[in-house]
């Protein structure tokens, strides 16, 4: 399986790396909306942790665009903006599932599993 890791930040980029298990055969990385359509295009990833606050394009509109090219993608919106409304958005663009930061890597690695486990149940 290939995972999509987009985040503006490094760090959070990184931080999604260390935490993620070794599920993954191949893990790419995106720093905004733009990067990351691109990335799918190119790669297919199977999963995609998403951030909603980038430049150049915002996570929901990377959302609905990847959803139009690989509707089979699994996204996992990873995001500060915790309120319910933004949550509701992101799934109703098409994202899977929806974690706030500050994350553990259990916290991660479960939602993870769950979206790709309702696949595979599916």
Known sequence: ?????????????NKIDRCILQRFSE???AENGKQALEVVIA???DVITMD?????M????????????????RIFVVSALADKATAISALTYGANGFL???????????AIER???VELSA
């Not at 909603?52 to 150049?56: A, G, K, N």
């Not at 996570?59 to 959803?67: D, L, P, R, S, T």
């Not at 706030?100 to 479960?110: G, H, R």
């Open 1 to 13: 399986m290939k995972l999509l890791i987009v985040d503006d930040s490094l760090i959070i980029r």
């Open 27 to 29: 893990v790419m990385h």
């Open 43 to 45: 790669n297919k990833p």
């Open 52 to 56: 909603l606050t980038m430049p150049h």
């Open 58 to 73: 915002s996570g929901n509109e990377a959302v609905k665009e990847i959803i139009k090219i690989a509707p089979n993608t």
């Open 100 to 110: 706030c930061k500050p994350f553990s890597a259990a916290e991660l690695n479960s």
């Open 115 to 117: 979206i790709i486990n």
